[in-house]
């Protein structure tokens, strides 16, 4: 059970501050100085819950200097220097295990853990996709690395823990499939396939796209934990705000990536504009044979005239879970 710390609300606000806004972080100055030994502890303690250890404490030790805190600075210099030696490490071999695994034929692509940079998260998980036994292989041969007990839906999901030794954290693999129970077979070759080649501090990764970055993570928080923690928010701000974000590739709900879907009695292209709700809503931009048929069809009500917050030129159509189902039924994917 976690522990309840006193003040954790007050806690996250200031590493909202400290990560969203970091010019109006010295609002947070007057909480850090009230602290306690223990208080600071748990603050660090629920920092590193957040995966937000590096982006808050950079911006405390910003502050502190700049208003001369000796003692407040002293802290967060100390907390910076024990976490970047964590990350240094663990990148190091988290390295080295994404070139072996990429030399036994097994296609990698870190998920995930490479979003929270600067910060790390507290395990490394990577997708993988390649023949089970060379995967194992790697790591027990190798790296020596252990293989930790596997639940029910581990098993389920095609999910590994491995333990190297002298690393702090596991690596989590899932081989060539994503999802609770393993359910996203086509996600995760979609993550292998849209794949981008990042240099992070010297190391170099295979890491998802943007758009494979806003799946897992809605996966993971939506589908598994059920609650946010302020990495995520912070990490889907950047990267909408990067502008690299392709809104029109989010919706591609089967996971291939054509440029469009044809409707399998008219053959009439369907272009998908955006999906901007994710509760029984989706928009398309529709040619006039495809809004004739939908406008007959049974599984779909259609609401003329409205305007859609996200994309007002586009009409909407709102459906039932069930019903959105049969209205996939009807499109060659």
């Not at 806004?21 to 100055?29: E, G, I, M, R």
């Amino acid at each position: 059970m976690a522990n309840v710390i006193q003040g954790e609300k007050q806690y996250i606000d200031a590493f909202l501050r400290l990560t969203l806004k970091p010019t109006s972080a010295a609002d947070v100055f007057p909480l850090l100085k009230s602290l306690t030994l223990q208080q600071r502890q748990e603050f660090v303690e629920l920092a590193d819950a957040n995966h937000v250890v590096v982006r808050a404490f950079e911006a405390i030790n910003r502050i502190a200097g700049n208003l001369g805190n000796h003692d407040i600075q002293a802290w967060a210099v100390s907390v910076l220097t024990g976490e970047r030696e964590r990350i240094t490490t663990a990148l190091s071999r988290l390295e080295q295990v994404c070139d072996a695994l990429e030399d036994a034929q097994c296609a990698t692509v870190v998920m995930k853990t490479l979003d929270h940079l600067p910060d790390l998260g507290n395990d490394l998980d990577v997708v993988v996709v390649g023949d089970r036994k060379n995967v194992l292989q790697v790591f027990t041969r190798t790296f020596n690395a252990k293989v930790e007990a596997r639940s029910w839906g581990d098993r389920l999901a095609n999910k590994w823990n491995f333990v190297l030794p002298g690393l702090r954290e596991s690596i989590e693999a899932h081989i060539g499939r994503l999802g609770q129970m393993g359910e996203h077979k086509r996600l995760a070759q979609r993550f292998i396939g849209r794949r981008v080649r990042v240099n992070i501090n010297g190391n170099r990764f295979f890491m998802p796209a943007h758009e494979e970055r806003i799946y897992a993570a809605t996966l993971q928080r939506m589908y598994r934990h059920f609650y946010f923690r302020v990495c995520d928010i912070v990490n889907a701000a950047a990267v909408v705000n990067s502008g690299k974000l392709d809104f029109a590739s989010c919706a591609y709900p089967c996971y291939r990536t054509p440029q469009s879907y044809t409707h399998a009695s008219s053959k009439k292209r369907l272009s998908v504009a955006t999906f901007r709700q994710l509760c029984g809503s989706a928009c398309f931009h529709l040619s006039p044979r495809l809004r004739l048929w939908l406008s007959r069809s049974p599984v779909a009500t259609k609401e003329f005239g409205k305007k859609h917050p996200g994309c007002p030129n586009y009409v909407e159509y709102r459906f039932s879970s069930q019903s959105l189902t049969l209205f996939h039924s009807g499109l060659e994917w």
